[in-house]
DNA sequence: TAGTATGTAAACAGGA
DNA sequence: GTCCTGTTTACATACT
């Protein structure tokens, strides 16, 4: 649209040059016939100005009726429904404000405007390029009032000189040489007015422009002679030509408003400089912080030969010109400062937001249960996902996972845990509470593995873990370095490992004391310094009745799954969506977790082909013993322990850098997770 | 549906 | 008497 006026006018003004001259001819009328084509040239610049001009005031007064009609629908809506209003408001506040207000917003009304509404980035766009435009009109409007000024000052000057003359022929070639460089200042104002227009244009300002632009241009139909705007419009040419030239940059780069997407820039550093360096005059400070600002070349504002200031992609070939332009065009002046200002706003408005979505994500990871003050604290279990997928696919009879309950109170240890899997699953870790309930052995998963990997997170988060009280006393005590530990130490053990039992001690401790007496596989100890708890893994192994439960097919894809097969990772993944799981499978946690997972049936496929075949015996070459005095044997591995998958996926957990002789032999030995 | 495993609660006893 | 440790029982739930 600006493009098209833009081009109107100068076609007009073309057009017209014709007739613009024998009308407007007046104002030189004495000039001597050598000049005419000087004269003629000039009228005809002064009317091709005129027409931009009248053309720029035809648009503004178009739209200001446009607008005001907009406000009367407004208003009148607002009559008819306040209610439509304020959603007619909170829609389009952000746009037509700027759009129906031709004066700068102030910061105030900015804030209100962010603070009222969120704006979408398309209308923070707007409304800065609409703000810079103003500004930018602004400027031009002030450069025009001096300039006429200047032009009244010349024009007496002129006359003076032209009394004064001693020949014809001097005065003559003054004007002459006046004239000409008149007509060539001239010229370049009408491009720069063009390029300026098609700058605003292009930055979609075009609304709001002609409130804007018309004002100077107004008052340059208004009370000036063609003449006087033809020295005006030089005098704009001179003083402006930079700032237009950076326009024309712009231009050429394509338009482009403020520039969201470039780094916020240390405004409050850069406001300081210009405020020590440069006010309105500053040469040698300014010299100085540009020798500081060269020395390092490198300059939040500048980046690959651009000005990054919002709206402002003047290109440069070094930094000086680029420090140059800084001083000069982004002074401490109404603009820079407005523009600083929407700037500051921006950010806060991303900081806002950004707040929002930490907000949202501490309320997820709430839900979660995953009680970390800091998401960083507060690990995720890594089997969390390759659990569920495993234990899913592995086993079809498997209960659905239970969803989160959120247990806002971990402490109540009352509520059972829905599912079957001993390993920490996004369930287990919601239900982290009190579920009592039990994971059947065949899911059990070996502990070791997954305590070793989620160590963290079980420290900082109240989950309940997902084992068993016999399997949690069983890894408490083959940790221990003689593989026995009294009462109390295994109580210390739970609250160090597990934030869950730092709770409700009565209950769990009352818990660890009944499974100690109830389970023959705790074995009491009397020592010296008292009692001490040992196991016995062979009572434990026995505890469940073993069998490989798989079925032929889940064997038949663990082996499958031991060299990493296709089918491994289609499964998982597909537990992976069946589940809804979310990508917690960070890169981190993904690839060990798949190697520890290919570890892990290995193992229990060792273990499993073992157990089956010496039942319990300890002969599981290649595997060192347990040093222990329990004569732990890995390979009796429980049947159970291999049967689910979840055993193999809490297997697939195993951290590398844990003890693989001891989570070894712990995860056959225990697996059962409760 | 029965049996089993597990979790929870409670009572009780012995010892420090 | 209190607390800790250890045992036992009872009940509920989940799973096979």
């Not at 024309?248 to 406001?271: E, I, Q, V, Y």
């Not at 997928?389 to 509520?415: D, I, R, V």
């Amino acid at each position: 649209m600006m493009q098209e006026s833009g081009t109107e006018a100068t076609s007009n003004g073309l057009a017209n040059q014709n007739g613009g001259a024998s009308v407007e001819g007046g104002a030189n009328s004495a000039t001597p016939s050598v000049e005419v084509t000087a004269a003629d040239l000039l009228h005809l610049q002064q009317h091709q100005a005129l027409q931009v001009a009248r053309q720029i005031l035809l648009q503004q007064h178009q739209q200001q009726q446009q607008q005001q009609q907009q406000q009367q629908l407004h208003q009148i809506s607002g009559r008819k429904s306040p209610k439509a209003n304020d959603k007619q408001q909170s829609l389009q506040v952000p746009v037509s404000v700027a759009m129906m207000t031709p004066q700068v917003i102030t910061p105030q009304q900015m804030q209100q405007i962010l603070q009222q509404q969120v704006l979408s980035p398309q209308q923070l766009q707007v409304l800065l390029q609409q703000q810079q435009a103003l500004m930018l009109q602004q400027q031009l409007q002030e450069f025009y009032k001096k300039q006429q000024e200047q032009l009244h000052l010349q024009l007496l000057q002129q006359q003076q000189q032209q009394q004064h003359a001693g020949s014809k022929q001097n005065k003559e070639q003054q004007v002459s040489a006046q004239q000409l460089a008149f007509q060539q200042q001239l010229l370049q104002v009408q491009q720069v007015q063009q390029q300026h227009l098609l700058n605003l244009q292009r930055q979609g300002l075009l609304t709001i422009q002609p409130g804007q632009t018309g004002l100077p241009l107004h008052s340059l139909t208004q009370g000036m002679i063609p003449a006087e705007l033809q020295q005006l419009w030089k005098e704009v040419t001179n003083a402006h030509v930079k700032e237009e030239h950076n326009n024309s940059h712009n231009n050429n780069n394509g338009h482009r408003g403020l520039d969201l997407s470039s780094p916020a820039p240390p405004k409050n550093t850069h406001l300081n400089h210009h405020a020590s360096s440069n006010g309105q005059y500053m040469s040698h400070k300014r010299e100085a912080s540009t020798h500081e600002d060269h020395s390092h070349h490198s300059h939040p504002l500048y980046g690959h030969g651009v000005c990054k200031w919002p709206g402002c992609e003047a290109v440069f070939d070094d930094f000086y010109s680029f420090l140059k332009h800084l001083n000069n065009e982004h002074a401490l002046d109404d603009r820079s400062t407005a523009q600083c200002r929407v700037q500051m706003q921006v950010v806060q408005q991303l900081e806002l937001q950004l707040a929002k979505d930490k907000e949202r994500l501490q309320a997820m990871m709430t839900h979660l249960h995953v009680k970390s003050t800091e998401p960083k604290n507060t690990p995720q279990p890594l089997n969390l996902v390759s659990n569920v997928t495993l234990s899913k696919s592995a086993h079809s009879a498997s209960p659905p996972l239970s969803l989160p309950q959120t247990p806002t109170t971990p402490t109540a240890p009352l509520t059972p845990l829905s599912q079957t899997h001993s390993v920490i699953t996004a369930n287990s870790l919601h239900s982290v509470g009190p579920m009592r309930r039990r994971y059947s052995d065949k899911y059990n998963m070996p502990i070791s593995p997954d305590l070793s990997q989620n160590k963290e997170f079980y420290m900082n988060a109240e989950v309940r873990p997902p084992f068993t009280y016999a399997s949690l006393i069983r890894q408490a005590i083959l940790e221990s370095p003689e593989k026995q530990l009294t009462l109390n130490e295994v109580y210390n053990w739970f609250t160090r490992m597990f934030a869950y039992f730092r709770r409700n001690a009565a209950t769990w401790k009352n818990a660890v004391r009944h499974n100690l007496s109830l389970h023959k596989c705790f074995v009491r100890v009397e020592n010296v310094k008292g009692a001490v708890w040992t196991v016995d893994e062979l009572e434990f192994q026995k505890r469940r009745p073993q069998k490989i439960s798989g079925s032929p097919n889940l064997v038949k894809n663990i082996q499958t799954s031991l060299g990493y097969g296709p089918t491994l990772s289609a499964a998982f993944q597909a537990s992976m969506a069946e589940n809804n799981i979310p990508l917690y499978t960070t890169a981190s946690i993904g690839s060990p977790t798949l190697h520890s997972l290919a570890h892990a049936f290995r193992e229990e496929m060792n273990g499993a082909m073992d157990h089956g075949n010496s039942n319990g015996s300890d002969s599981s070459p290649g595997r060192s013993p347990l040093p222990a005095m329990h004569h732990i044997k890995e390979e009796p591995l429980d049947p159970e322990d291999h049967e689910g998958p979840l055993s193999l996926v809490t297997t697939a957990n195993h951290s590398p850098d844990f003890d693989h002789h001891r989570d070894y032999d712990d995860d056959q030995g225990h697996d059962d997770m409760l």
